[in-house]
Each structure stands twice: as structure tokens, then as C-alpha cells.
């Protein structure tokens, strides 16, 4: 990747890398790394998946858990409600369709023009970006959760788009980020 593409990249995500290798490596698959050489984005998708997890989940805390008076947790969702509504956000066609509207797909290195377009390596580029900033970093928090808001929420997303339909959870994360 060139300097200028780096640099679009960084400002559509609200991160500037110290080790801009590790953002080239999380738009580099395993089919063109065979041919070229070079690291892939595997590992970083790996972590990026779980810190996807930890995002989700804390957002859910912040926005409908607390404690009562006792001092027990206590959560304004139910468990298979907020199952719902956390496997609405990190399903892979929600994440490639996130990646898509990022215009971040393109900037994808792969050995062929078909595996560009899967589902499965667009949702696997929102995790690896996400791995990448957590790596880059040094697994600040605070960074990771700005850089997720952003992708995930950002004001690229139409009021229409379909995950938002009848969640209500959903609806207000995205009116809380919308602004990221």
C-alpha cells in the first residue's frame, strides 16, 4: 500500500498507526500472502474477533446493566435477548456489509477478484483492522472502543439499514455513536 492509501484508511477508521505494517497486514489474506509473501491478516482477525466480543459486550454493560442497591448486576435485557441483538451486530454479512459502506474492501489484497467480494473476508477484515489497532496500540481500551464506534456506527450507515429494524438496543447504540 502506498502513503496515500494508508492514510485514507487511518482516517476512515480514527486511527493513526505507529507500525502502519501492521494495518497492510490486516488487508492481506492468506491466498495472496501464498503468492507474494509476507504475513497474513489469520492472527490479527483471531484477536480482533474476541476484542469484537469484549466491545459488544461492554457496550451492552454500559448502555443496560448496573447494579442495584444490593450491589448485585442486574441488566435491562434478558440473556436471550441480548444474545439476539449481540449476534445481530457480529454476524459476518453485518460486519462485510460495515466493511463495504467503509469503502475498505477495495483496499483488500487477495490472489483473486471473487475471494474480494466474499462475505466471509470482508467480515474477516473488520476483525483483523480491529486486532491490528489493539496490537498497534499496546491494548488501550479506550482506543479500541473509539475505533470499533466508528467502524461499527458511523454516520456512513443510512437510518434505514435493516439491523436496526425492531431492536431497540440496537437503535440506541446507534444513535449514541452516531456522531463518532
Known amino acids: ?6 492514510e485514507k484508511i487511518q482516517n476512515i477508521i480514527g486511527y493513526s498507526f505507529r507500525n502502519t505494517k501492521l494495518l497492510e497486514q490486516a488487508f492481506c489474506r492468506n491466498s495472496f500472502s501464498n503468492f507474494h509473501g509476507g504475513e497474513n491478516n489469520e492472527v490479527l482477525e483471531f484477536y480482533g474477533d474476541k ?7 461492554k457496550d451492552f454493560y ?42 475498505l474492501f477495495k483496499h483488500l489484497k487477495v490472489a483473486g477478484k471473487i475471494e474480494k467480494s ?9 476483525e483483523a483492522i480491529l486486532g491490528a489497532v489493539a496490537l498497534d496500540s499496546d491494548w488501550n481500551l479506550q482506543t479500541i472502543s473509539k475505533v ?16 436496526t429494524r425492531g431492536k431497540g438496543l440496537l437503535r440506541y447504540i446507534l444513535s449514541k455513536y452516531k456522531a463518532a
Open 148 to 163: 470499533f464506534h466508528r467502524m461499527m456506527f458511523s454516520n456512513i450507515v443510512p437510518k434505514t439499514e435493516s439491523f
Open 118 to 126: 466474499s462475505m466471509k473476508a470482508r467480515a474477516d477484515l473488520f
Open 51 to 57: 476484542i469484537l466480543s469484549l466491545a459488544v459486550i
Open 1 to 6: 500500500m502506498d502513503k496515500i492509501e494508508l
Open 62 to 103: 454500559d448502555l443496560k446493566g448496573g447494579f442495584n442497591s444490593g450491589g448485585e448486576f442486574i441488566s435491562a435485557r434478558s440473556v436471550s435477548r441480548l444474545n439476539r441483538e449481540y449476534c445481530s451486530l457480529v454476524k459476518n454479512s453485518h460486519l462485510a456489509e460495515r466493511i463495504s459502506r467503509l469503502c
